[in-house]
């Protein structure tokens, strides 16, 4: 059986570019899901070039953004060179905060990195549902990634293309 629809969506928030310019992830609605799990991967950088992502909320994906101070873990794998032979997550614990910087060695290191938001954590008493990532572009040498927003617990499971758009109110 396909879960993709059925139990999640997938939305390109970063596509895969040079990491050394800030980039501003795309919004995603959560209104029809209870959560989202945000992938970043990025290729190995140089020493030094280290990459502090911002999680931000806002009430429309074309809304006023506030900082999401609320990721207080996240989970990584990091490797030299590249990850075919890096199967082991590290959890990665904070004070709950807006930002993420990822400590040394991660410029120099590919690395994907997971993030999961439920949507219960946004402010939706002021009607808070959307959620995006950036980042802030350190460096000066070519560090290539990309953010993917995997939404989980579609309020209208339905054929993949029959899910309702979550980059759009």
């Known amino acids: 059986m396909m879960h993709f629809g059925c139990c999640y969506d997938l939305v ?3 596509l895969p570019l040079d990491l050394q310019t800030a980039r501003t992830g795309d919004w995603v609605s959560l209104k029809n899901a209870t959560g ?3 992938l ?6 140089t020493d030094g070039d280290d ?3 911002t999680f931000e909320q806002a009430d429309s994906v074309s809304g006023t953004a506030k900082n999401l101070a609320t990721i207080a873990q996240y989970w990584q794998k990091e490797a030299a060179t590249d990850l075919t032979g890096t199967g082991v997550w590290t959890r990665v614990t904070q004070t709950a905060a807006a930002t993420v ?3 040394d060695p991660s410029a120099q290191d590919a690395a994907m990195y997971v993030f999961y938001i439920p949507a219960d ?3 939706v008493d ?3 549902d959307c959620v995006r990532v950036s980042n802030d572009g350190a460096g000066s040498n070519a560090q290539l990634g990309a953010a ?3 939404l989980d617990g579609l309020r209208y499971p339905a054929a993949p293309e029959n899910v309702p758009n979550s980059i759009i109110d």
């Open 126 to 128: 002021n009607g808070y």
């Open 101 to 103: 910087a990822p400590g």
């Open 121 to 123: 954590q946004l402010d």
């Open 148 to 150: 993917i927003y995997i």
């Open 12 to 14: 390109a928030g970063i």
């Open 51 to 53: 990459q502090t992502f």
């Open 36 to 38: 989202v799990t945000i």
């Open 40 to 45: 970043i991967i990025k290729g190995a950088g």
